[in-house]
């Protein structure tokens, strides 16, 4: 494997004079040898023996430079430079043109023969130099075969395409490669065309100005006569209005002075029906308030009679009423106090019935406790009985082996020594009969 190895170089004088003014190259393009490897928007090209070998050059490609080999990386991104030039056209006037340039290299295999890409660097402010040196020349070129209305609003036309179409059949490829620098020019644009000379260019503006305000004149002319044309209009109409309002006011005047004395005799008339149809109306109030008056108390006798009747009611209906709740309550007083005395019923019924179970639970235990006790006595009896009879026949052997060293000693001289035996026999088979 091969390893990557960087070699620095310190600069000499002659290196450092001939270095002077020119940009700082990469030392990673310029290396002797090495790995080197292009940007996406470069193009490697990896010469040796004189020849391009395919295999490691390519865009955006890397490979290995022995110290005999040559390496040039071309740069493909969009480079762009600005030119300004000036020159006088026909008119023997100074004009002075800025412009912008977008170029790019196209064909990378073309453009390292033309230009020394084994510093990328230098040789791209190089190619700008050139491209801007010739754009400056065919600028004064066109200007000079130009008049300066054609410079200023033909610009386009008359610079843009000319300066497209002449440069770029200089910097393009031939079909066989052996002519053109590899160079593409996208675009050429005029942006500023300006006249040197103030004073020409005054008097290239006063036409243009002395148009603007002879229209100007012109415009304030019309809008004057239109004015005092209005103005009379205005004036005539205003005088029409004045005598047709003083006509009109004066028979409404006239219509006024009839209307004021048809309304006098009028008012008199209406005052007159006025006061007679007042006098008839207070009569038919009058009349009116009387009968309604009479309406009115006779239907307060009436209501008052209703009253007194509906009290009358109402007392009943309240005594009635009164005497229901009472009877009501009586019935409610007497099924409480049964209810009471069922219920004192009920719980003597249940005092009583715990009570009897408790009696009769008392006396089933008391009885249950006494079966028990006779049938454990007589179950020990039944025992007894058995062990007796069991070692009855070893006491009889005993009592007959000890018998004949029984002594009787009797104090007195009442009874009979063998009762007194016999009862301490059957006192021994009791003893053992327990």
Not at 56 to 61: D, F
Not at 132 to 147: D, P, Q, S, W, Y
Not at 258 to 281: I, Y
Not at 291 to 308: G, L, S, Y
Request: a neutral charge; glycine letters at 6%.
């Amino acid at each position: 494997m091969y390893r990557e190895t960087t070699i620095t170089q310190t600069p000499t004088s002659n290196d450092t004079a001939w270095r002077g003014g020119r940009p700082v190259e990469d030392p990673y393009k310029t290396k002797r040898w090495g790995f080197i490897t292009a940007k996406p928007s470069e193009y490697l090209v990896h010469v040796r023996h004189g020849r391009v070998l395919a295999r490691s050059s390519g865009q955006g490609a890397n490979c290995f430079k022995w110290p005999w080999d040559a390496v040039a990386i071309v740069p493909t991104s969009l480079q762009q430079l600005r030119f300004r030039a000036d020159q006088v056209t026909v008119e023997k006037v100074g004009v002075e043109v800025v412009g912008l340039a977008v170029f790019r290299i196209s064909e990378p295999l073309v453009a390292y023969r033309v230009l020394n890409f084994s510093y990328p660097e230098r040789a791209q402010q190089k190619l700008e130099e050139t491209l801007t040196a010739m754009f400056v020349g065919a600028t004064r070129r066109l200007i000079a075969n130009l008049t300066v209305e054609d410079c200023m609003q033909k610009r386009k036309h008359a610079l843009s395409e000319e300066l497209l179409r002449e440069i770029a059949l200089v910097v393009g490829s031939g079909a066989d490669g052996t002519r053109g620098w590899g160079v593409v020019l996208d675009t050429i644009e005029v942006q500023e065309v300006r006249v040197l000379s103030e004073k020409v260019f005054c008097a290239m503006q006063a036409p243009y100005r002395a148009s603007l305000d002879r229209k100007a004149r012109e415009a304030r002319a019309d809008a004057d006569r239109e004015i005092a044309t209005r103005e009379a209009d205005c004036n005539r109409s205003i005088e029409q209005a004045r005598i047709q309002a003083q006509l009109e006011v004066g028979e409404k005047q006239a219509g006024l002075d009839q209307a004021v004395v048809e309304a006098q005799k009028l008012k008199a008339l209406g005052e007159a029906e006025a006061r007679r149809a007042v006098d008839e109306a207070t009569l038919l109030a009058q009349a009116a308030v009387a009968e309604k008056r009479a309406e009115i108390e006779q239907r307060e006798a009436q209501i008052r009679a209703h009253d007194a009747i509906e009290r009358q009611k109402l007392a009943m209906l309240e005594a009635q009423a009164e005497n229901e709740a009472y009877a009501l309550r009586s019935e409610a007083l007497a099924r409480r106090l049964e209810l009471g005395k069922l219920e004192w019923s009920a719980q003597l019924e249940e005092r009583r019935a715990v009570v009897e179970v408790a009696a009769i639970e008392g006396r089933t235990q008391a009885e249950v406790a006494l079966a028990q006790a006779q049938a454990e006595r007589q179950s020990a009896e039944a025992q007894a009985r058995v062990i007796t009879a069991q070692n009855l026949p070893g006491l009889a052997a005993a009592v007959g082996q000890r018998f004949g060293e029984v002594k009787i000693v009797q104090m007195g001289g009442e009874g009979n020594a063998f009762s007194s035996i016999a009862q301490a026999v059957t006192s021994v088979l009791e003893m053992a009969r327990s």
